[in-house]
C-alpha cells in the first residue's frame, strides 16, 4: 500500500512563489506516474501537472511557464514549483500516484492520494 504527504502549502501574494512537496511510501512500481491536482470551493478537481518514471511532463495550460514538476525517483517524492502565482490558483492541493501515466490526463483512475495542502493566493 501506498501512503502520500504533501506538505508546503500557505498564503503568499499575487505574484509570488511556493513549492509543494509530496512523499510517497510504499512499492516504487506502485508510483511510476506521479501528480498534482487541485480543487477549489464549488469547483471540480482539476489536473495541474503530471510526471512519470522517465521524467516525461505534462502541463495544463493554465499553469505552462509558471508552475514546474520534478521528482526523485530515489526517494520516491515529487515537487511542485509554484511561480507567478495568481489568485485563482488558489485552492486544496492534491498530490495522486498510480502505476503508469494514462492518454488522458484526469482526476479519475488514480491507484493513491493525498490527503491535500492549501494555497492561498490574494490580489
Known amino acids: 500500500q501506498v501512503q502520500l504527504v504533501e506538505s508546503g502549502g500557505g498564503s503568499v501574494q499575487a505574484g509570488g512563489s511556493l513549492t509543494l512537496s509530496c512523499a510517497a511510501s510504499?512499492?516504487?512500481?506502485?508510483?511510476?506516474?506521479m501528480a498534482w491536482f487541485r480543487q477549489s470551493p464549488g469547483k471540480e478537481r482539476e489536473a495541474v501537472a503530471r510526471i512519470d518514471r522517465e521524467e516525461s511532463k505534462f502541463y495544463v495550460d493554465s499553469v505552462k511557464g509558471r508552475f514546474t514538476i520534478s521528482r526523485d525517483n530515489a526517494r520516491n517524492t515529487v515537487s511542485l514549483q509554484m511561480n507567478s502565482l495568481r489568485p485563482e490558483d488558489t485552492a486544496i492541493y492534491y498530490c495522486a500516484a498510480h502505476r503508469f501515466c494514462r492518454y488522458a490526463f484526469s482526476p479519475e483512475g488514480w491507484d493513491y492520494w493525498g490527503q491535500g495542502t492549501q494555497v492561498n493566493v490574494s490580489p
Open positions: 510504499g512499492p516504487s512500481r506502485q508510483v511510476n506516474c
